[in-house]
């Protein structure tokens, strides 16, 4: 499929889409088609691009998920250091969430006060 078709099943710009590839997270091949050259993607692509996604939205930035996506899913790192890790995005989401919370905490009092005047 083409980057436009790619898009639309995954929801990502075009311009995302080739970022992840110039980075690696993805690879497409080149299709010739008269004087032209295409980048075709293959179903699994979808895929990846919407786990690419999901981690994202979890807090893993794209080195991580590319870690997680090359090495991993080869069982190139051993399971105790993949705990490692995911131990320690653990700790780093508990803390943005206890930061979230104060940020909460405060603005909700801001706007009480506000509110009561």
Do not use: C, H
């Not at 110039?22 to 295409?38: N, V």
């Not at 104060?102 to 506000?114: A, D, F, V």
């Amino acid at each position: 499929m083409l980057i436009g078709e790619l898009s639309k099943k995954t929801g990502l710009s075009k311009d995302t889409i080739r970022f992840y590839e110039k980075i690696g997270l993805i690879a497409g091949s080149d299709r010739q088609a008269g004087t032209r050259i295409y980048k075709e993607y293959t179903a699994d692509i979808v895929d990846r691009l919407l786990m690419i996604n999901q981690g994202k939205g979890l807090g893993f930035t794209l080195n991580e998920i590319k870690q997680i996506l090359d090495e991993w899913g080869s069982n190139a790192i051993p399971e105790s250091e993949q705990i490692i890790t995911i131990e320690r995005k653990l700790e780093e989401i508990t803390k943005k969430i206890e930061k979230l919370n104060e940020i909460k905490s405060y603005l909700t009092t801001k706007l009480t006060r506000l509110k009561g005047e």
